[in-house]
């Protein structure tokens, strides 16, 4: 599997070192060349995001922080997207970067910071509505699978004990993979004005998602969905038949995995909640506007009404010193997880998600807790601080971690801090990647994840935007 580490030495010379002043050849010879395909090998080109490239970067003081923009921002565009027409429809795939596959939750991701500029690019705007296309269609294939081929060529996840399909890379149950695809449709929509995608493809994929959500809150049983895979990681299989650890039906949606693909050890996963009632609530603003169906609309706000006021109920505990915080995962029995990982949806992500308010007095208290020794992946080295996670390891944090951080705070000291993080433990490589070592970010995990490079862009295009100052 290409999410293993992928380990880096470059002539020997920590961040640690950069940080003392010891600068290695790369660094005075190739550190600020630029990183991008040559044009022609570009898989697409858009004159809104060059253009916004330009002005950004001219606006950063600090060369090798506008080097990182110039590389991951378009890093999406440049090497990832396949777009076409079919049936007379856009119609993009996505792949992660090194997994040659489509993630309903990375896809979404990825092209998420270029929607501000569809309404000055109407090929970019073909390109997102592509995606919006192809989601669709792959939640009409299996609403429960995160990851799709291209076609049906099946996968090395084919003897995976669980419903597979030629379509499928693979079938691991999360309820975010569903909630990705209705936040970029619904923010498509509110900033191009266009709701053609809202056909009856997408309206019945739509109702598809409710009916799973609904079917995952295993109210009527445990349901069909199930996966076992023969592996010596534990968090890469579900116990007990594949159905995960047992819950107490109290309204809540259960998600057999975490949006970093490992296994839930509670199954109604909080931050995937929030995030899934904030889907909820576009989906039904979007089928009673647009597709005049109050019917549905109303569906989709009492599944949203219901899971909110199970959060209230199942989602909080007091902590001794934190005050009212939010756990990661519960089962509905009273049985909570404290600690928070760094894909997202995330704890720490929920004011991005619009799930929460930044300024929320549960969010900050949940804030200063999963960013403290009291979060078990939360990891403070030489190199930096910030949330890992079990799918990597120990002592291995996420870069999308910091980049979070930054995304979700008003504090210019924090933001820059984050910043220079991030400047620091690139490896040289002018990217963002999956995860580092705390004590050496020559120690990394994947070279080309095209998430994180955009994610990345999407933050520097905020502080630029708002903390100009900063940069």
Request: a neutral charge.
């Amino acid at each position: 599997m290409l999410s293993r580490r992928d380990f880096i030495k470059i002539n020997g010379v920590t961040t640690a070192g950069l940080s003392l002043g010891i600068k290695p050849d790369w660094f005075n010879k190739m550190a600020f060349e630029n990183k991008r395909p040559p044009l022609s090998d570009r898989k697409f080109t858009s004159q809104a995001v060059e253009v916004t490239i330009k002005n950004v970067k001219s606006a950063i003081k600090d060369p090798e922080l506008a080097w990182l923009f110039e590389n991951c921002y378009p890093n999406t565009l440049d090497t990832t997207v396949n777009y076409s027409v079919k049936d007379g429809r856009p119609d993009t795939f996505v792949i992660t970067g090194d997994i040659n596959a489509m993630w309903m939750r990375d896809s979404s991701a990825q092209v998420w910071p270029y929607l501000p500029l569809i309404k000055d690019d109407s090929k970019l705007k073909d390109l997102v509505k592509g995606v919006i296309n192809r989601q669709a269609a792959c939640i009409l294939i299996d609403p429960y699978a995160n990851a799709f081929n291209a076609g049906p060529t099946g996968s090395e996840w084919d003897s995976d004990h669980t419903a597979m399909k030629p379509e499928l890379h693979e079938r691991k149950w999360e309820v975010d993979s569903l909630c990705y695809p209705v936040r970029l449709a619904y923010n498509y929509w509110k900033i191009s004005g266009d709701s053609s995608f809202f056909d009856e493809h997408w309206q019945k994929a739509g109702k598809l998602i409710v009916a799973t959500f609904k079917e995952q809150q295993r109210k009527n049983g445990q349901g069909p969905y199930h996966f076992q895979r023969r592996t010596e990681v534990a968090s890469d299989t579900a116990p007990n038949g594949g159905y995960g650890n047992p819950v107490k039906p109290v309204g809540l949606i259960c998600s057999i995995f975490r949006p970093s693909d490992d296994a839930t050890i509670f199954p109604f996963l909080i931050p995937s909640n929030y995030f899934a009632v904030v889907s909820l609530n576009q989906m039904a603003e979007m089928y009673q506007l647009i597709g005049k169906d109050n019917a549905t609309a109303e569906v989709c706000k009492a599944l949203a009404d219901e899971v909110n006021e199970a959060l209230k109920k199942y989602a909080t505990a007091q902590h001794p010193v934190f005050g009212k915080v939010l756990a990661y995962e519960v089962d509905g029995y009273g049985n909570q997880s404290f600690m928070d990982d760094a894909n997202v949806p995330s704890l720490l992500a929920l004011p991005y998600l619009d799930a929460l308010p930044q300024s929320n007095v549960l969010y900050q208290n949940t804030r200063r807790m999963v960013l403290s020794d009291s979060n078990p992946y939360f990891f403070k080295g030489t190199a930096a601080e910030g949330i890992g996670g079990p799918h990597v390891g120990l002592n291995y944090i996420w870069p999308m971690s910091i980049i979070m951080r930054a995304l979700t705070s008003s504090d210019k000291n924090e933001i820059a801090k984050c910043l220079h993080w991030l400047k620091s433990t690139h490896a040289g490589t002018g990217f963002m990647h999956e995860s580092f070592n705390k004590d050496d970010a020559n120690d990394f995990t994947r070279k080309w994840f095209a998430w994180a490079n955009t994610l990345f862009g999407e933050l520097i295009i905020r502080v630029h935007k708002y903390y100009p100052d900063i940069l």
